[in-house]
Nanobody
């Protein structure tokens, strides 16, 4: 069973930056997709960035040019660098993983518990 744990959330002002981390325990599959999602209060969950086994990356239009997803330690650590944060970025942020190809933020098998990001105007 794969376990994921996020950290690095907090409160910042508009234009600030944060870097989220996700530590993955258990197996990292040779073929995998790892992703960051966010869930604003009262709104739908949104996939924002994903990276596959070969390092290919896709971003949601809402974060493109501002957020950067990366991985290290053979895929056992996932990062999300968030720059130029906006109030609409306020949400609970989750990391996720599955032993599939990346398919436009389809359902993932494994999830962390989330870390809160709050951006004030």
């Amino acid at each position: 069973q794969v376990q994921l744990m996020e950290s690095g959330g907090g409160s910042v002002q508009t234009g600030g930056s944060l870097r989220l981390s996700c530590v993955v325990s258990g197996y990292t599959y040779a073929k995998h997709c790892m992703a960051w999602f966010r869930h604003p209060a009262g709104k739908e969950r949104e996939g924002i960035a994903e990276i596959d086994s070969d390092g290919a990356i896709n971003y949601a239009d809402s974060v493109k040019g501002r957020f950067t997803i990366s991985k290290a330690n053979g895929g056992n650590t996932l990062y999300l660098q968030m720059n130029n944060l906006k109030p609409e970025d306020t949400a609970m942020y989750y990391c996720s993983s599955d032993h599939t190809s990346c398919e436009g933020f389809a359902d993932f098998r494994y999830w962390g518990q989330g870390t809160q990001v709050t951006v004030s105007s």
